[in-house]
Protein backbone atom coordinates (compact mmCIF):
# COMPACT_ATOMS: atom_id res chain seq x y z
CA UNK A 1 0.00 0.00 0.00
CA UNK A 2 2.94 2.32 0.47
CA UNK A 3 3.26 5.22 2.93
CA UNK A 4 0.35 7.31 1.10
CA UNK A 5 -1.92 4.34 1.06
CA UNK A 6 -1.44 4.00 5.10
CA UNK A 7 -1.70 7.93 5.24
CA UNK A 8 -4.57 7.96 2.81
CA UNK A 9 -6.30 5.04 4.82
CA UNK A 10 -6.04 7.36 8.20
CA UNK A 11 -7.15 9.87 6.89
CA UNK A 12 -10.42 8.34 5.65
CA UNK A 13 -11.04 6.34 8.86
CA UNK A 14 -10.61 9.49 10.79
CA UNK A 15 -13.59 11.23 8.68
CA UNK A 16 -15.44 7.61 8.68
CA UNK A 17 -15.13 7.88 12.47
CA UNK A 18 -16.16 11.39 12.94
CA UNK A 19 -19.25 10.83 11.16
CA UNK A 20 -20.21 8.00 12.99
CA UNK A 21 -19.68 10.40 16.07
CA UNK A 22 -22.50 12.63 14.61
CA UNK A 23 -24.89 10.26 13.99
CA UNK A 24 -24.63 8.13 17.59
CA UNK A 25 -24.35 12.50 18.95
CA UNK A 26 -27.72 13.19 16.80
CA UNK A 27 -29.48 10.36 18.44
CA UNK A 28 -28.28 10.45 22.24
CA UNK A 29 -29.27 14.48 21.42
CA UNK A 30 -32.79 13.34 20.66
CA UNK A 31 -33.73 10.52 22.99
CA UNK A 32 -36.40 12.74 25.16
CA UNK A 33 -37.77 13.72 21.38
CA UNK A 34 -41.19 12.80 20.99
CA UNK A 35 -41.11 9.89 18.16
CA UNK A 36 -37.92 10.26 17.06
CA UNK A 37 -36.36 7.41 14.91
CA UNK A 38 -32.49 6.38 15.45
CA UNK A 39 -30.20 6.34 12.37
CA UNK A 40 -27.34 3.54 11.99
CA UNK A 41 -24.26 4.10 9.93
CA UNK A 42 -23.25 1.42 7.36
CA UNK A 43 -20.13 2.05 6.33
CA UNK A 44 -18.35 0.17 3.03
CA UNK A 45 -14.41 -0.13 1.74
CA UNK A 46 -13.83 3.43 -0.40
CA UNK A 47 -10.91 1.67 -2.61
CA UNK A 48 -9.52 -1.74 -3.25
CA UNK A 49 -5.64 -2.04 -4.93
CA UNK A 50 -4.85 -5.46 -6.34
CA UNK A 51 -1.01 -6.04 -6.22
CA UNK A 52 -1.35 -9.37 -7.43
CA UNK A 53 -4.01 -10.69 -9.30
CA UNK A 54 -5.56 -14.06 -8.60
CA UNK A 55 -4.64 -17.18 -11.14
CA UNK A 56 -6.80 -20.15 -11.55
CA UNK A 57 -5.25 -23.77 -10.72
CA UNK A 58 -3.27 -26.08 -13.57
CA UNK A 59 -1.75 -29.20 -13.81
CA UNK A 60 1.29 -28.03 -12.11
CA UNK A 61 0.07 -25.43 -9.74
CA UNK A 62 -2.34 -24.50 -7.72
CA UNK A 63 -4.86 -21.62 -7.82
CA UNK A 64 -4.05 -18.40 -6.33
CA UNK A 65 -5.68 -15.87 -4.37
CA UNK A 66 -5.45 -12.13 -5.31
CA UNK A 67 -3.70 -9.83 -3.44
CA UNK A 68 -5.39 -6.96 -2.65
CA UNK A 69 -5.04 -3.65 0.02
CA UNK A 70 -7.75 -1.71 0.96
CA UNK A 71 -7.39 1.94 1.29
CA UNK A 72 -9.86 3.79 3.35
CA UNK A 73 -13.78 3.33 4.11
CA UNK A 74 -16.80 5.51 2.94
CA UNK A 75 -20.44 5.80 4.40
CA UNK A 76 -22.49 3.82 2.58
CA UNK A 77 -25.64 4.48 4.31
CA UNK A 78 -27.41 6.20 7.07
CA UNK A 79 -30.12 3.82 7.66
CA UNK A 80 -33.19 5.19 9.95
CA UNK A 81 -34.67 2.52 12.55
CA UNK A 82 -38.01 2.84 11.99
CA UNK A 83 -38.97 0.54 15.05
CA UNK A 84 -41.71 2.05 17.16
CA UNK A 85 -40.71 3.66 20.47
CA UNK A 86 -42.77 2.99 23.66
CA UNK A 87 -45.84 4.64 24.62
CA UNK A 88 -45.70 7.27 27.44
CA UNK A 89 -48.92 8.09 28.97
CA UNK A 90 -50.22 11.90 29.25
CA UNK A 91 -53.26 12.22 30.38
CA UNK A 92 -53.93 15.12 27.26
CA UNK A 93 -56.93 14.42 24.96
CA UNK A 94 -55.35 15.80 22.12
CA UNK A 95 -52.47 13.81 22.25
CA UNK A 96 -51.70 9.98 20.79
CA UNK A 97 -49.39 7.49 19.73
CA UNK A 98 -49.11 4.77 16.46
CA UNK A 99 -48.89 1.18 17.51
CA UNK A 100 -47.87 0.25 14.22
CA UNK A 101 -46.30 1.45 11.14
CA UNK A 102 -48.59 4.36 9.86
CA UNK A 103 -47.47 8.10 9.75
CA UNK A 104 -50.17 11.05 11.11
CA UNK A 105 -51.23 13.49 7.94
CA UNK A 106 -50.38 16.94 8.51
CA UNK A 107 -50.93 20.00 6.71
CA UNK A 108 -47.66 21.93 6.34
CA UNK A 109 -48.33 25.54 4.57
CA UNK A 110 -50.98 23.98 2.35
CA UNK A 111 -48.60 20.58 1.70
CA UNK A 112 -49.05 17.15 2.46
CA UNK A 113 -46.89 15.89 5.38
CA UNK A 114 -46.32 12.83 7.80
CA UNK A 115 -45.50 12.48 11.07
CA UNK A 116 -45.19 9.74 14.07
CA UNK A 117 -45.05 12.76 16.63
CA UNK A 118 -49.03 12.96 18.40
CA UNK A 119 -48.21 15.87 20.76
CA UNK A 120 -51.24 17.30 19.37
CA UNK A 121 -53.05 20.67 20.68
CA UNK A 122 -55.61 22.88 20.04
CA UNK A 123 -55.15 26.29 17.89
CA UNK A 124 -57.32 29.34 18.76
CA UNK A 125 -59.93 27.47 15.77
CA UNK A 126 -60.36 24.42 17.34
CA UNK A 127 -58.14 22.82 14.74
CA UNK A 128 -55.77 19.91 16.08
CA UNK A 129 -52.51 21.05 15.56
CA UNK A 130 -48.88 20.01 15.92
CA UNK A 131 -46.69 22.34 18.21
CA UNK A 132 -45.45 24.23 15.18
CA UNK A 133 -48.84 24.63 13.83
CA UNK A 134 -49.11 22.17 11.23
CA UNK A 135 -52.66 21.17 10.80
CA UNK A 136 -53.92 17.12 11.47
CA UNK A 137 -55.41 15.82 8.84
CA UNK A 138 -58.42 12.75 8.49
CA UNK A 139 -62.20 12.51 8.05
CA UNK A 140 -64.52 14.85 9.27
CA UNK A 141 -68.26 15.06 9.94
CA UNK A 142 -71.40 16.26 8.86
CA UNK A 143 -73.86 18.16 10.22
CA UNK A 144 -75.87 15.03 11.38
CA UNK A 145 -72.38 13.79 13.05
CA UNK A 146 -71.55 11.38 10.64
CA UNK A 147 -67.91 10.66 9.59
CA UNK A 148 -67.61 11.93 5.68
CA UNK A 149 -65.26 9.57 4.37
CA UNK A 150 -62.88 9.73 0.91
CA UNK A 151 -62.05 13.52 1.73
CA UNK A 152 -59.26 14.33 3.78
CA UNK A 153 -59.73 17.68 5.84
CA UNK A 154 -58.61 19.23 8.72
CA UNK A 155 -59.64 18.02 12.13
CA UNK A 156 -61.34 20.14 14.70
CA UNK A 157 -62.77 19.61 17.80
CA UNK A 158 -64.74 22.40 19.36
CA UNK A 159 -64.16 22.09 22.86
CA UNK A 160 -66.36 24.61 24.85
CA UNK A 161 -68.47 25.20 21.80
CA UNK A 162 -72.43 24.43 22.40
CA UNK A 163 -74.28 21.55 21.06
CA UNK A 164 -77.91 21.02 21.10
CA UNK A 165 -80.25 18.17 19.00
CA UNK A 166 -83.64 18.85 18.40
CA UNK A 167 -85.70 16.08 19.51
CA UNK A 168 -88.07 14.30 16.17
CA UNK A 169 -90.27 11.44 18.67
CA UNK A 170 -92.13 11.22 21.48
CA UNK A 171 -93.38 8.42 23.25
CA UNK A 172 -97.32 7.98 24.85
CA UNK A 173 -97.47 4.88 27.29
CA UNK A 174 -100.01 4.50 30.42
CA UNK A 175 -103.67 3.77 31.19
CA UNK A 176 -106.45 5.21 30.39
CA UNK A 177 -110.40 4.85 32.11
CA UNK A 178 -112.49 3.22 29.44
CA UNK A 179 -115.38 3.28 32.07
CA UNK A 180 -115.83 6.94 32.38
CA UNK A 181 -118.47 9.18 31.07
CA UNK A 182 -118.20 9.40 26.72
CA UNK A 183 -117.61 13.01 26.23
CA UNK A 184 -120.75 14.67 24.28
CA UNK A 185 -120.30 18.50 24.77
CA UNK A 186 -117.83 21.21 24.87
CA UNK A 187 -117.75 23.88 27.30
CA UNK A 188 -119.54 27.67 26.49
CA UNK A 189 -118.59 30.63 27.56
CA UNK A 190 -120.83 33.99 26.34
CA UNK A 191 -121.37 37.42 26.93
CA UNK A 192 -124.48 39.66 27.06
CA UNK A 193 -125.50 41.25 23.82
CA UNK A 194 -122.92 43.58 22.14
CA UNK A 195 -124.32 46.34 19.76
CA UNK A 196 -122.78 48.34 16.78
CA UNK A 197 -125.15 51.10 17.75
CA UNK A 198 -125.29 54.25 20.62
CA UNK A 199 -129.27 53.26 21.24
CA UNK A 200 -128.35 49.26 21.25
CA UNK A 201 -130.84 48.45 18.92
CA UNK A 202 -128.39 46.73 16.23
CA UNK A 203 -126.38 43.75 17.21
CA UNK A 204 -122.91 43.42 16.46
CA UNK A 205 -121.63 41.35 13.68
CA UNK A 206 -117.64 40.27 13.16
CA UNK A 207 -117.21 42.90 10.91
CA UNK A 208 -117.96 45.94 13.47
CA UNK A 209 -115.44 47.82 14.29
CA UNK A 210 -114.23 47.10 18.22
CA UNK A 211 -114.35 51.16 18.10
CA UNK A 212 -118.03 51.03 17.89
CA UNK A 213 -119.37 48.61 19.91
CA UNK A 214 -121.98 49.38 22.92
CA UNK A 215 -123.27 47.26 25.71
CA UNK A 216 -126.33 49.93 27.04
CA UNK A 217 -128.36 52.36 24.89
CA UNK A 218 -126.90 56.17 25.53
CA UNK A 219 -123.49 54.73 26.55
CA UNK A 220 -119.96 55.41 25.39
CA UNK A 221 -118.05 53.12 23.23
CA UNK A 222 -116.60 49.91 25.34
CA UNK A 223 -113.80 50.46 23.27
CA UNK A 224 -111.07 53.34 22.06
CA UNK A 225 -108.22 52.98 19.36
CA UNK A 226 -105.00 51.62 20.71
CA UNK A 227 -106.57 50.84 23.56
CA UNK A 228 -104.66 47.34 24.82
CA UNK A 229 -107.11 43.96 25.87
CA UNK A 230 -105.31 42.07 27.98
CA UNK A 231 -106.89 38.27 28.18
CA UNK A 232 -105.24 36.49 31.88
CA UNK A 233 -105.99 33.81 34.15
CA UNK A 234 -108.10 31.63 31.69
CA UNK A 235 -108.81 27.99 33.22
CA UNK A 236 -108.93 25.48 31.32
CA UNK A 237 -109.82 22.02 33.26
CA UNK A 238 -112.46 22.00 36.37
CA UNK A 239 -111.65 23.02 39.51
CA UNK A 240 -109.57 20.93 41.56
CA UNK A 241 -109.14 18.80 39.46
CA UNK A 242 -105.58 17.24 38.51
CA UNK A 243 -103.71 18.74 34.97
CA UNK A 244 -105.96 21.77 35.19
CA UNK A 245 -104.28 24.84 34.15
CA UNK A 246 -104.48 28.77 33.82
CA UNK A 247 -103.80 29.99 30.42
CA UNK A 248 -100.93 31.97 29.53
CA UNK A 249 -101.95 35.44 29.55
CA UNK A 250 -101.83 37.79 26.29
CA UNK A 251 -103.03 41.13 24.80
CA UNK A 252 -104.32 42.71 22.00
CA UNK A 253 -104.13 46.23 20.82
CA UNK A 254 -107.13 47.86 19.04
CA UNK A 255 -105.42 49.52 16.33
CA UNK A 256 -104.89 48.15 12.30
CA UNK A 257 -101.09 48.63 12.88
CA UNK A 258 -99.53 47.36 16.49
CA UNK A 259 -97.91 50.75 18.11
CA UNK A 260 -97.10 49.08 21.32
CA UNK A 261 -96.13 45.39 22.76
CA UNK A 262 -99.52 43.65 22.04
CA UNK A 263 -99.14 40.05 21.16
CA UNK A 264 -101.47 41.17 18.13
CA UNK A 265 -103.83 43.58 17.01
CA UNK A 266 -107.28 44.18 14.91
CA UNK A 267 -109.91 46.61 14.35
CA UNK A 268 -112.95 44.52 13.76
CA UNK A 269 -114.92 41.73 16.18
CA UNK A 270 -114.07 39.00 14.09
CA UNK A 271 -110.03 40.06 14.25
CA UNK A 272 -110.52 39.97 18.55
CA UNK A 273 -112.97 36.24 17.95
CA UNK A 274 -109.93 34.78 16.22
CA UNK A 275 -107.13 35.72 18.64
CA UNK A 276 -109.44 34.69 20.95
CA UNK A 277 -109.69 31.12 19.39
CA UNK A 278 -106.03 30.78 19.38
CA UNK A 279 -105.20 31.92 22.80
CA UNK A 280 -108.02 29.67 24.22
CA UNK A 281 -106.33 26.67 22.47
CA UNK A 282 -109.67 25.14 20.74
CA UNK A 283 -109.58 23.39 18.17
CA UNK A 284 -111.84 24.08 15.41
CA UNK A 285 -110.93 21.24 13.28
CA UNK A 286 -112.69 18.72 15.65
CA UNK A 287 -115.17 21.01 16.88
CA UNK A 288 -116.15 24.26 18.51
CA UNK A 289 -114.72 28.10 18.14
CA UNK A 290 -115.41 31.70 19.25
CA UNK A 291 -118.35 33.34 17.33
CA UNK A 292 -120.36 36.09 17.62
CA UNK A 293 -124.06 35.15 17.13
CA UNK A 294 -127.34 36.92 15.81
CA UNK A 295 -128.05 38.65 19.25
CA UNK A 296 -124.76 40.21 19.10
CA UNK A 297 -123.04 37.95 21.97
CA UNK A 298 -119.75 36.55 21.74
CA UNK A 299 -119.96 32.89 22.21
CA UNK A 300 -117.09 30.81 23.08
CA UNK A 301 -117.56 27.10 22.99
CA UNK A 302 -114.94 24.80 23.61
CA UNK A 303 -113.82 20.96 22.82
CA UNK A 304 -115.24 18.10 24.79
CA UNK A 305 -113.45 16.45 27.39
CA UNK A 306 -113.25 18.03 30.98
CA UNK A 307 -109.74 18.68 30.91
CA UNK A 308 -110.78 20.79 27.96
CA UNK A 309 -113.44 23.24 30.18
CA UNK A 310 -113.40 26.70 30.04
CA UNK A 311 -114.00 29.37 32.57
CA UNK A 312 -113.63 33.06 31.25
CA UNK A 313 -115.54 35.98 33.76
CA UNK A 314 -115.23 39.63 33.05
CA UNK A 315 -111.88 39.25 35.61
CA UNK A 316 -110.68 37.65 32.77
CA UNK A 317 -110.72 40.08 29.90
CA UNK A 318 -109.82 43.69 30.79
CA UNK A 319 -108.73 47.20 29.33
CA UNK A 320 -105.69 48.88 31.08
CA UNK A 321 -106.56 46.65 34.34
CA UNK A 322 -110.07 47.40 34.55
CA UNK A 323 -112.44 44.62 33.69
CA UNK A 324 -114.13 45.00 29.63
CA UNK A 325 -117.47 44.57 31.12
CA UNK A 326 -119.12 42.17 28.97
CA UNK A 327 -120.95 40.27 31.18
CA UNK A 328 -119.18 36.94 30.65
CA UNK A 329 -120.80 33.83 32.18
CA UNK A 330 -120.26 29.84 31.49
CA UNK A 331 -123.71 28.45 30.57
CA UNK A 332 -122.65 25.05 29.67
CA UNK A 333 -119.72 22.73 30.86
CA UNK A 334 -117.90 20.17 29.21
CA UNK A 335 -118.34 16.82 29.92
CA UNK A 336 -116.18 13.48 29.03
CA UNK A 337 -113.78 10.93 30.58
CA UNK A 338 -110.54 13.06 29.95
CA UNK A 339 -106.29 13.22 30.97
CA UNK A 340 -104.06 15.51 30.39
CA UNK A 341 -100.10 15.00 30.72
CA UNK A 342 -97.38 17.54 29.98
CA UNK A 343 -93.52 16.93 28.99
CA UNK A 344 -90.90 19.13 27.27
CA UNK A 345 -89.25 18.08 23.86
CA UNK A 346 -86.16 20.15 22.21
CA UNK A 347 -85.56 22.53 19.71
CA UNK A 348 -82.46 22.59 17.18
CA UNK A 349 -80.89 24.86 20.11
CA UNK A 350 -82.17 23.16 22.75
CA UNK A 351 -84.36 24.86 24.25
CA UNK A 352 -87.64 23.34 25.91
CA UNK A 353 -90.83 23.31 23.87
CA UNK A 354 -93.60 22.24 26.32
CA UNK A 355 -96.19 20.05 24.88
CA UNK A 356 -99.93 19.57 26.15
CA UNK A 357 -101.82 16.35 25.31
CA UNK A 358 -105.35 15.71 26.38
CA UNK A 359 -107.02 12.30 25.81
CA UNK A 360 -110.66 12.81 25.78
CA UNK A 361 -113.26 9.44 25.47
CA UNK A 362 -114.79 9.76 22.32
CA UNK A 363 -116.95 6.53 22.18
CA UNK A 364 -116.98 3.24 24.33
CA UNK A 365 -118.98 0.65 22.06
CA UNK A 366 -116.92 -2.18 21.21
CA UNK A 367 -113.89 -0.97 22.90
CA UNK A 368 -112.94 2.38 23.20
CA UNK A 369 -111.69 5.40 20.74
CA UNK A 370 -110.07 8.59 22.33
CA UNK A 371 -109.42 11.88 20.85
CA UNK A 372 -106.33 13.25 21.88
CA UNK A 373 -105.39 17.38 21.29
CA UNK A 374 -102.04 18.16 21.24
CA UNK A 375 -101.15 21.87 22.30
CA UNK A 376 -97.78 23.71 23.01
CA UNK A 377 -97.81 27.34 24.68
CA UNK A 378 -94.55 27.92 23.04
CA UNK A 379 -95.45 27.14 19.70
CA UNK A 380 -94.09 31.11 17.80
CA UNK A 381 -97.53 31.98 16.74
CA UNK A 382 -100.34 32.28 18.81
CA UNK A 383 -102.05 29.10 18.05
CA UNK A 384 -101.84 26.87 20.81
CA UNK A 385 -103.46 24.04 18.89
CA UNK A 386 -100.67 21.62 17.27
CA UNK A 387 -102.54 18.64 16.31
CA UNK A 388 -104.42 15.96 17.13
CA UNK A 389 -105.60 12.35 16.42
CA UNK A 390 -107.81 8.84 18.10
CA UNK A 391 -106.63 6.32 19.80
CA UNK A 392 -108.71 2.58 19.50
CA UNK A 393 -108.31 0.37 21.94
CA UNK A 394 -110.02 -3.47 21.23
CA UNK A 395 -112.97 -4.96 24.24
CA UNK A 396 -109.84 -6.21 26.18
CA UNK A 397 -108.30 -2.65 25.98
CA UNK A 398 -105.62 -3.87 24.33
CA UNK A 399 -104.07 -0.59 21.75
CA UNK A 400 -104.61 -1.11 18.40
CA UNK A 401 -104.03 1.84 16.59
CA UNK A 402 -103.59 5.66 16.30
CA UNK A 403 -104.14 8.33 13.43
CA UNK A 404 -101.75 11.64 12.79
CA UNK A 405 -98.86 11.82 15.25
CA UNK A 406 -96.80 14.14 13.03
CA UNK A 407 -96.61 17.37 15.27
CA UNK A 408 -95.47 20.92 13.42
CA UNK A 409 -94.48 23.46 16.06
CA UNK A 410 -93.35 26.67 14.64
CA UNK A 411 -90.24 28.00 16.01
CA UNK A 412 -90.38 31.63 13.69
CA UNK A 413 -88.48 34.75 15.24
CA UNK A 414 -86.34 32.05 17.20
CA UNK A 415 -82.68 31.16 16.49
CA UNK A 416 -84.01 27.69 16.42
CA UNK A 417 -84.75 25.93 13.12
CA UNK A 418 -88.39 25.93 11.91
CA UNK A 419 -90.70 24.01 12.06
CA UNK A 420 -89.64 21.58 15.18
CA UNK A 421 -91.22 18.06 13.60
CA UNK A 422 -91.84 15.62 16.31
CA UNK A 423 -93.43 12.25 15.94
CA UNK A 424 -95.50 11.31 18.19
CA UNK A 425 -95.43 7.43 19.21
CA UNK A 426 -98.04 5.91 21.43
CA UNK A 427 -96.80 2.29 23.28
CA UNK A 428 -97.75 -0.83 22.25
CA UNK A 429 -98.89 -2.05 25.95
CA UNK A 430 -101.02 0.71 26.66
CA UNK A 431 -104.05 -0.22 27.95
CA UNK A 432 -107.84 1.54 28.10
CA UNK A 433 -109.29 -0.26 31.08
CA UNK A 434 -112.10 0.41 33.75
CA UNK A 435 -109.56 1.55 36.60
CA UNK A 436 -112.06 1.64 39.10
CA UNK A 437 -110.68 3.62 42.20
CA UNK A 438 -106.79 4.34 39.96
CA UNK A 439 -106.58 7.20 38.22
CA UNK A 440 -104.80 6.98 34.69
CA UNK A 441 -100.93 6.98 34.32
CA UNK A 442 -100.97 9.24 31.11
CA UNK A 443 -97.72 9.81 30.57
CA UNK A 444 -95.60 11.20 27.54
CA UNK A 445 -91.81 11.85 26.80
CA UNK A 446 -89.27 13.25 24.35
CA UNK A 447 -87.00 9.88 22.93
CA UNK A 448 -84.34 11.76 21.79
CA UNK A 449 -82.91 15.34 21.64
CA UNK A 450 -80.83 17.46 24.18
CA UNK A 451 -80.84 20.21 25.69
CA UNK A 452 -77.66 22.87 24.97
CA UNK A 453 -74.28 21.55 25.73
CA UNK A 454 -70.40 21.76 26.15
CA UNK A 455 -68.16 19.79 24.62
CA UNK A 456 -66.31 18.85 27.92
CA UNK A 457 -63.99 16.30 27.10
CA UNK A 458 -63.18 13.96 23.83
CA UNK A 459 -61.30 10.59 22.97
CA UNK A 460 -59.85 8.60 20.73
CA UNK A 461 -60.48 5.17 20.18
CA UNK A 462 -58.07 2.61 18.76
CA UNK A 463 -59.30 2.99 15.06
CA UNK A 464 -59.34 6.50 15.40
CA UNK A 465 -62.84 8.03 15.63
CA UNK A 466 -62.98 11.08 17.90
CA UNK A 467 -65.65 10.95 19.93
CA UNK A 468 -67.09 13.90 22.00
CA UNK A 469 -68.97 14.07 25.43
CA UNK A 470 -71.41 16.70 25.86
CA UNK A 471 -72.51 18.09 29.40
CA UNK A 472 -75.84 17.58 28.45
CA UNK A 473 -75.14 13.79 28.22
CA UNK A 474 -74.72 12.93 24.40
CA UNK A 475 -71.92 11.52 22.83
CA UNK A 476 -71.30 12.49 18.93
CA UNK A 477 -68.45 11.47 16.53
CA UNK A 478 -66.45 14.46 15.93
CA UNK A 479 -64.10 13.16 13.35
CA UNK A 480 -61.70 10.15 12.38
CA UNK A 481 -58.04 10.16 12.49
CA UNK A 482 -56.68 8.43 9.37
CA UNK A 483 -52.78 7.29 8.82
CA UNK A 484 -50.18 7.08 5.80
CA UNK A 485 -48.71 3.60 4.89
CA UNK A 486 -45.79 3.58 2.84
CA UNK A 487 -43.75 0.57 0.72
CA UNK A 488 -40.70 1.64 2.51
CA UNK A 489 -40.48 3.81 5.16
CA UNK A 490 -36.82 4.20 4.99
CA UNK A 491 -36.94 6.09 1.86
CA UNK A 492 -38.79 9.15 3.50
CA UNK A 493 -36.99 12.27 3.90
CA UNK A 494 -37.05 14.26 6.71
CA UNK A 495 -37.23 17.59 6.86
CA UNK A 496 -36.77 18.24 10.56
CA UNK A 497 -39.72 19.44 13.35
CA UNK A 498 -40.54 15.47 12.98
CA UNK A 499 -42.27 15.89 9.70
CA UNK A 500 -40.95 13.32 6.99
CA UNK A 501 -41.88 13.61 3.08
CA UNK A 502 -42.29 10.94 0.49
CA UNK A 503 -39.52 10.34 -1.77
CA UNK A 504 -38.78 8.43 -5.24
CA UNK A 505 -37.64 5.39 -2.91
CA UNK A 506 -40.19 6.04 -0.29
CA UNK A 507 -43.03 5.23 -2.61
CA UNK A 508 -46.98 6.76 -2.67
CA UNK A 509 -48.77 6.63 0.32
CA UNK A 510 -51.93 4.63 0.81
CA UNK A 511 -54.62 6.76 3.46
CA UNK A 512 -56.09 4.16 5.83
CA UNK A 513 -57.76 3.63 9.26
CA UNK A 514 -56.18 3.21 12.15
CA UNK A 515 -55.69 -1.17 12.66
CA UNK A 516 -56.13 -1.70 8.80
CA UNK A 517 -53.12 -2.65 6.68
CA UNK A 518 -50.44 -2.74 9.66
CA UNK A 519 -50.88 0.79 10.44
CA UNK A 520 -51.60 0.24 14.10
CA UNK A 521 -54.20 1.44 16.24
CA UNK A 522 -54.70 4.45 18.13
CA UNK A 523 -53.75 5.19 21.97
CA UNK A 524 -55.15 7.94 23.16
CA UNK A 525 -53.33 10.68 25.60
CA UNK A 526 -50.03 9.24 24.97
CA UNK A 527 -47.39 9.94 23.39
CA UNK A 528 -45.04 7.48 21.29
CA UNK A 529 -41.27 8.23 22.77
CA UNK A 530 -38.19 7.93 20.93
CA UNK A 531 -36.67 4.57 20.05
CA UNK A 532 -33.04 5.74 21.03
CA UNK A 533 -31.14 2.66 22.77
CA UNK A 534 -28.81 4.95 25.25
CA UNK A 535 -26.47 1.72 26.00
CA UNK A 536 -26.54 1.05 22.25
CA UNK A 537 -25.35 4.29 21.51
CA UNK A 538 -22.48 4.80 23.98
CA UNK A 539 -21.12 1.93 22.50
CA UNK A 540 -21.49 3.36 19.27
CA UNK A 541 -19.21 6.26 20.47
CA UNK A 542 -16.95 4.26 22.39
CA UNK A 543 -16.26 2.43 19.25
CA UNK A 544 -16.18 5.67 17.04
CA UNK A 545 -13.58 7.15 19.53
CA UNK A 546 -11.53 4.15 19.37
CA UNK A 547 -11.20 4.07 15.73
CA UNK A 548 -10.79 7.80 15.38
CA UNK A 549 -7.87 7.03 18.05
CA UNK A 550 -6.83 4.28 15.27
CA UNK A 551 -6.96 6.10 12.39
CA UNK A 552 -4.73 9.06 14.00
CA UNK A 553 -1.85 6.55 15.26
CA UNK A 554 -1.57 5.10 11.32
CA UNK A 555 -1.13 8.63 10.42
CA UNK A 556 1.22 9.09 13.18
CA UNK A 557 3.17 5.83 12.09
CA UNK A 558 3.42 6.90 8.43
CA UNK A 559 4.64 10.78 9.13
CA UNK A 560 7.63 8.68 11.20
CA UNK A 561 7.98 6.29 8.36
CA UNK A 562 8.39 9.52 5.69
CA UNK A 563 10.98 11.01 7.95
CA UNK A 564 13.13 8.26 8.42
CA UNK A 565 13.11 7.84 4.72
CA UNK A 566 14.24 11.15 4.43
CA UNK A 567 17.05 10.66 6.53
CA UNK A 568 18.17 7.32 4.81
CA UNK A 569 18.33 9.41 1.77
CA UNK A 570 20.27 12.16 3.22
Partial sequence: MGLNGALFTGLTGMNVNSEWINVAGNNIANVNTVAFKTSRMRFETQIAQTLKPASGPSTNSGGRNASQVGMGARVGEIARNFKAGTWQGTGVDTEM??????????????????????????????NLVTPNGNKVQGFGIDSSYNVVEGVL???????????????????MRGSLNSKGVVATQGSINQTDAIYSDAAATTAALGTTLLTSLYTTAGGSPVLAANDIITVSGVQKGRDNQEGTVELTSHTFEVAAVASGDADANGTTVQDFLDFLTDILGIDTSVAGGVTINGSGEIVVTGNSGQHNDLTLSNANVTVGGTPLSLGWAKTQTANGESVRTSF????????????????????????????????????SDLDRVV?????????????????????????????????LTIRLNFDASMRALDLGSQSPTFTGSA???????ELNTFAVSADGEITGYFSNGKEKLLGRIMLAMF????GLVEEGGNIYNQSLNSGTPSIV??????????????????????????????NASTGFSASSRIITTSDQLIQELLNTIR
Avoid: H
Fill in 97 to 126: AINGDGFYIIDVNGARRYTRAGNFKLDSEY
Fill in 153 to 171: TNIMIPKGLPLAEASSSAL
Fill in 344 to 379: SVYDSIGSDVNLDVIAVLEDADAGSTWRYYVQSEDD
Fill in 387 to 419: SNGTLSFDSYGNFVSNTGGTILIDRDNTPAATP
Fill in 447 to 453: LDGAPAG
Fill in 487 to 490: PNNA
Fill in 513 to 542: MPSQNGSGTIQGQAVEMSNVDLSEEFINLI
